[in-house]
């Protein structure tokens, strides 16, 4: 009884909106999902920039390449925190204004300290060009890879993601964290579950349909270990 919702909980679950409400397969986004993916993360990654640069001022890099996964983790934290405290419904709306407060952020940065940002821009055009080369081209290969299987059942193939194709769309139709448990009907998931939400906070602000993004998470994570490895060994 303890893993179970309340029923006010579980009524505001069931709020979330239909599928065909949320998606839409013929939209924009879903014709050019790796470019519309890649513009969003890159966006985040720009507004979270300065941040990244005043908080890691100590390295010789100035944690330009950690802008992107610092971006993309305070933007879905916050956004889980709405979701969680039930301050705010888990929705685009939810994401777009955890963004906005860490653009809030990079802003004060910005009026207060922008001729060190912008000479450290001006005088580090190399190692700029470099990382984001290297991003772009770990992401690209590692979707290649992907497109090879892009198989998300088969219990040999797939391995464990059918189980995380379910608590994805779980989290995505959720309207406040904990979401809902896909294979436990009035449950929620009592499990660790914010790997999924980081992916479902890109989905909610995409559009990309889940079984699409799910394919275009696995060269992310893979692109932003890649460059987080960099920065580490290049500091």
């Not at 100590?58 to 983790?73: C, I, M, T, V």
């Not at 984001?132 to 391995?159: K, T």
């Amino acid at each position: 009884k303890t893993l179970l919702l309340s029923e006010a909980t579980l009524e505001a679950q069931r709020q979330g909106g239909t599928w065909t409400a949320i998606f839409d397969p013929q939209s924009l986004p879903n014709r050019f999902s790796a470019a519309t993916w890649i513009i969003w993360i890159q966006g985040l990654a720009l507004l979270g920039l300065p941040l990244s640069l005043f908080l890691f001022k100590a390295l010789p890099d100035r944690g330009y390449l950690l802008a992107k996964p610092l971006s993309l983790l305070l933007a879905v934290y916050l956004a889980w925190l709405f979701a969680s405290l039930q301050w705010m419904p888990f929705s685009r709306n939810s994401v777009l204004c955890a963004a906005l407060v860490v653009a809030t952020a990079s802003l004060i940065v910005v009026y207060t300290r922008r001729v060190d940002v912008s000479a450290f821009l001006r005088d580090n055009l190399r190692l700029v060009i470099t990382g984001e080369a290297l991003f772009m081209g770990s992401f690209f290969l590692f979707l290649v890879i992907r497109a090879a299987n892009p198989d998300l059942w088969h219990q040999y193939n797939g391995g464990e993601k059918p189980m995380e194709m379910a608590y994805l769309t779980a989290v995505v139709r959720s309207t406040f964290m904990p979401p809902y448990d896909p294979w436990f009907a009035g449950g929620y998931i009592n499990y660790y579950y914010f790997g999924p939400f980081i992916v479902a906070s890109l989905i909610k602000v995409t559009g990309i349909l889940p079984e699409v993004a799910f394919n275009l998470a696995v060269p992310l994570f893979f692109a932003l270990t890649t460059v987080g490895t960099f920065s580490l060994a290049y500091n």
